[in-house]
Nanobody, 112 residues
Framework: QVQFVESGGGLVQPGGSLRLSCTAS????????MGWYRQAPGKQRELVAR???????NYADSVKGRFTISRDNAKNTVYLEMNNLKSEDTDIYYC??????WGQGTQVAVSS
């Protein structure tokens, strides 16, 4: 079963930017829909952004206009470009597919 490794998180000031990467253990060309999720300790995991095919995208209302999801099938990688970050974006970010195995995620912390 495909597994994912997330990277690119870190500490950033409010208003800053980060680019997260999610690399799959196998070719993702046949994986139609992939998503980025986030979860804070003690809270439910929520869908942040989803990409279907190459160009169809959906976003949570809280990140619309600030986050952009994209994929590079040749690199087996899905990206999440995050701009104008806010303190409430602080979470662990994961990528996954429906029914997939959750990875370790990457920590994003937004603080001054």
């Amino acid at each position: 079963q495909v597994q994912f490794v997330e990277s690119g998180g870190g500490l950033v000031q409010p208003g800053g930017s980060l680019r997260l990467s999610c690399t799959a253990s196998q070719n993702i060309r046949s994986i139609y829909t992939m998503g980025w999720y986030r979860q804070a300790p003690g809270k439910q995991r929520e869908l942040v952004a989803r990409i279907t095919g190459v160009t169809t995208t959906n976003y949570a209302d809280s990140v619309k206009g600030r986050f952009t999801i994209s994929r590079d099938n040749a690199k087996n990688t899905v990206y999440l470009e995050m701009n104008n970050l806010k303190s409430e974006d602080t979470d662990i970010y994961y990528c996954n597919i429906a029914g997939g195995i959750w990875g370790q995620g990457t920590q994003v912390a937004v603080s001054s």
